[in-house]
């Protein structure tokens, strides 16, 4: 084989895996391949004001791996007004969440160590396919745990942030 032709068969292997490099991006940041999760561990939480008066309880799955995390509440088709997931971490820090393959809003709550709620954010359902599939909102706030539960939850309890969680892992 010259050089000539070498060359152009090299040049076109690397356009073929640049090519299926940026396919993946694109399917796995859109949430289309699958990922195995395992079971989740459920956990009752109880939200109070601090004082022991109860606002809510929510049943909520335990995303403890990093591909429990990962997947979230993705694809959920719904959630009942007592159910979410709570994404516990090691240490205090900033986090940052993504509403990727959501049909329907969020409030999360992000937690403190001590339990303490530190901030709420509610996040809207994607406008259409693109947003629900490749650009989708994020937020970002502070906390040791991170509940996710359907948007107006923590309006129609009255949950706010300064109130107690109680029940974390």
Known sequence: MNRKRARR???????VAVGILVL?????????????????????LTVTDCAGDERATVTADVAASSAQQYVGLSRTDSLAPDEGMLFPYDEVASREFEMRNMA??????????????????????????????????STTGVGQYVLEVVSGWSE???VSSGDCVTGLP
């Not at 068969?9 to 356009?15: P, R």
């Not at 993946?24 to 009752?44: C, D, K, M, W």
């Open 9 to 15: 068969y090299g040049l076109f292997a690397v356009a």
């Open 24 to 44: 993946y991006l694109v399917v796995s940041h859109a949430g289309l391949l699958p990922v195995s999760t395992g079971s989740y561990e459920q956990r009752t």
């Open 104 to 137: 329907f809003g969020l409030d999360i709550v992000y937690i403190g160590s001590n339990g303490e709620i530190t901030e709420i954010t509610t996040m809207d359902a994607p406008g259409g396919p693109l947003e629900y599939y490749l650009t989708y909102d």
């Open 156 to 158: 129609a309890n009255g």
